[in-house]
């Protein structure tokens, strides 16, 4: 099955509107996060180091010269790499574990919601069940060593976004001044493509997470694995991976594939029922 986003009804017209506001949420907290650790790295020293290195200062750029690009790539994953020394790291991390609980829990509740729903039961609670499974996963040891291999993706993202702007400023001849303003856009929390990527990634995958370890707690009550099928938004947009994925399933909970890449839109449902003691608690 597949869903029509732009005419969502029932469970999942409320499940993707969670989604959203959950997304929208972690990525404000995530990118003032990162701009708090931004503000105490200097990018004029590293612009002016990466200019004399490759000799902008004495000379007009040349385009062509690919140990440029190299050296700007080299001078943004060395500076980007001390965000980690900086007084506002462990707020990043904690921003970003913080995402991680609430998707693993949003994952659950949501898994819980559809179950319910395929089997007919109403008044579920959907925020209850997300109440309850939040707990969990805030106790979860995992998602603080998830958080900073998070925090890792996106820091190396931003380095080589920054590598690739320097490069082209320095073919464009800019300035010193201009760089460095230019730097600060690209590194901006709320400008930074590698952030917001790696906030809707990470917050995805823990969503996925969350709805695969409901489904395996369930199989594992009974004597059958309770299957789970991948399910895209079934427009022009779905990728050809997602589509194999759709198209392959239904797998055991244990085998679904993760997200291939960021800002997937794709979500998974149960292929079986499961046992309606998951969910009788949270019937209103």
């Known amino acids: ?45 590293m612009v002016r180091g990466f200019r004399e290195d490759v000799g902008l200062v004495a000379k007009a750029a040349d385009p062509v010269k690919q140990w440029w690009k190299d050296s700007a790539t080299g001078a943004a994953v060395a500076w980007l790499s001390q965000i980690d020394t900086t007084k506002g790291y462990p707020a990043l991390v904690a921003a970003i574990e913080s995402a991680i609980a609430e998707g693993m829990a949003e994952g659950e509740a949501d898994a819980l919601a559809v179950a319910a729903d395929r089997q007919g039961a109403t008044g579920f ?105 991948w399910v895209t938004a079934g427009d022009g947009r779905v990728c050809n991976t997602c589509s194999g994925y759709e198209d392959n399933s239904p797998y055991a909970p244990e085998d679904v594939p993760d997200y291939p890449h960021g800002g997937c839109r794709c979500s998974t449902e149960p292929a079986d029922d499961i046992p309606s003691s998951f969910f009788a608690g949270l019937l209103s």
């Not at 993707?16 to 708090?36: G, I, N, P, Q, S």
């Not at 493509?193 to 489904?215: C, E, F, K, N, Q």
């Open 1 to 45: 099955a597949t869903l029509d986003l732009r005419n969502l009804t029932g469970i999942w017209a409320k499940i993707y509107a969670r989604r959203e506001r959950l997304l929208r949420k972690h990525l404000k907290v995530v990118a003032a996060a990162w701009d708090a650790c931004i503000a105490e790295l200097n990018p004029r020293d």
């Open 125 to 229: 609670v959907i925020a209850g069940a997300f109440t309850a499974a939040l707990a969990r996963s805030q106790a979860d040891p995992g998602v603080s060593q998830q958080a900073q291999q998070a925090a890792e993706k996106m820091t190396t993202g931003a380095a080589n976004d920054t590598g690739r702007t320097l490069a082209a400023l320095a073919a464009d001849g800019s300035t010193e001044a201009g760089m460095s303003a230019a730097v600060e856009d690209e590194t901006s929390g709320s400008q930074s493509r590698s952030v917001a990527m790696g906030t809707d990634w990470t917050l995805s995958a823990a969503i996925l997470a969350g709805a695969a370890a409901l489904y395996s707690q369930a199989s594992s009550s009974q004597s059958a694995a309770v299957m789970v099928n």
